[in-house]
Nanobody
Framework: LRFSCRRWGGLVQPGGSLRLSCVAS????????IGWFRQAPGKEREGVSV????????YYADSVKGRFTISSDNAKNTVYLQMNSLKPEDTAVYYC????????????????????WGKGTQVTVSS
């Protein structure tokens, strides 16, 4: 499994927006759950959002609900994370991940992580 993640934009001010994308290869994208996670300096990794590509269901951490939107283009093997109303506390290294396990709810991955991981991309929110 391979992931190529990209940040569309640079340093962003509080209240601004940023979009992340992650192109996956080497596996049946439409059969996997794909997630975004983040880790801020000195903090534990945190689940941000998960999309189940088989049914399109989406899941969000409470800290980003209403501000972030995850979406997926199965034809392009790409998952996106649109981040709006950004806050300084959103500053972190963001990672894309995938998992093909069957779970009752995608929130399982939010809390417990996923099996396959890509390299991170830095997101900095600062005035």
């Amino acid at each position: 499994l391979r992931f190529s993640c990209r940040r569309w934009g640079g340093l962003v001010q509080p209240g601004g927006s940023l979009r992340l994308s992650c192109v996956a290869s080497g596996f049946r994208f439409d059969r996997y759950h794909i997630g975004w996670f983040r880790q801020a300096p000195g903090k534990e990794r945190e689940g941000v959002s998960v999309i189940s590509n088989s049914d399109g269901f989406t899941y969000y951490a409470d800290s980003v609900k209403g501000r972030f939107t995850i979406s997926s283009d199965n034809a392009k093997n790409t998952v996106y994370l649109q981040m709006n109303s950004l806050k300084p506390e959103d500053t972190a290294v963001y990672y894309c991940a995938a998992d093909d396990r069957s779970v009752y709810s995608g929130m399982y991955f939010i809390y417990n992580g996923m099996e396959y991981w890509g390299k991170g991309t830095q997101v900095t929110v600062s005035s």
